[in-house]
């Protein structure tokens, strides 16, 4: 049985951070960024350990933006992840300290990415005037 739809803004901007999170973690730790189906498998894991349900649409959007939303961070807030990251981000149940001062910014910059792409509470696309396309 599929999961339910059930993302909302905050929550997609988790899951964006925590590709975006996993990104740096494999550029940190191999020299090159997540292969398409890396991104999947980690986007899969991470709404499967956390109840979530998206629609494929969003879960390719959301995928999509994770290399490029990684680049940015990593010109404007360098920084190294080592094997202590790692093992808790792809531990049986993957989460990210939000209470650090680096997974906050990664997250706000998650958060007005979302929002500047149109993406609101309720999931859906919409144009400037606030109409479903």
Same mark, same amino acid.
């Given at each position: 049985?599929?999961?339910?739809?059930? *993302?909302?803004?905050?929550?997609?901007?988790?899951?964006?951070?925590?590709?975006?999170? +996993?990104? *740096?973690? $494999?550029? +940190? @730790?191999?020299?090159?960024?997540?292969?398409?189906?890396? @991104? @999947?498998?980690?986007?899969?894991?991470?709404? $499967?350990?956390?109840?979530?349900?998206?629609?494929?649409?969003?879960?390719? +959007?959301?995928? +999509?933006? =994770?290399?490029?939303?990684?680049?940015?961070?990593?010109?404007?807030?360098?920084?190294?992840?080592?094997?202590?990251?790692? $093992?808790?981000?792809? =531990?049986?149940? &993957?989460?990210?300290?939000?209470?650090? &001062?680096?997974?906050?910014? @990664?997250?706000?910059?998650?958060?007005?990415?979302?929002?500047?792409?149109?993406?609101?509470?309720?999931?859906?696309?919409? =144009? $400037?005037?606030?109409?479903? &396309?």
């Amino acid at each position: 049985m599929p999961q339910p739809l059930n *993302l909302d803004l905050r929550a997609r901007a988790e899951l964006l951070t925590y590709l975006v999170a +996993s990104q *740096l973690l $494999a550029k +940190s @730790v191999s020299g090159r960024w997540l292969t398409i189906e890396n @991104v @999947v498998e980690t986007e899969r894991v991470w709404l $499967a350990a956390n109840g979530g349900g998206v629609d494929w649409l969003e879960r390719v +959007s959301i995928s +999509s933006w =994770s290399q490029t939303l990684a680049q940015r961070v990593d010109v404007k807030l360098p920084v190294v992840l080592g094997a202590e990251s790692a $093992a808790t981000m792809f =531990s049986e149940n &993957p989460r990210l300290d939000f209470g650090a &001062p680096f997974v906050l910014a @990664v997250y706000h910059m998650c958060l007005d990415h979302l929002v500047e792409m149109g993406w609101f509470m309720n999931g859906r696309l919409r =144009s $400037a005037d606030g109409e479903a &396309p």
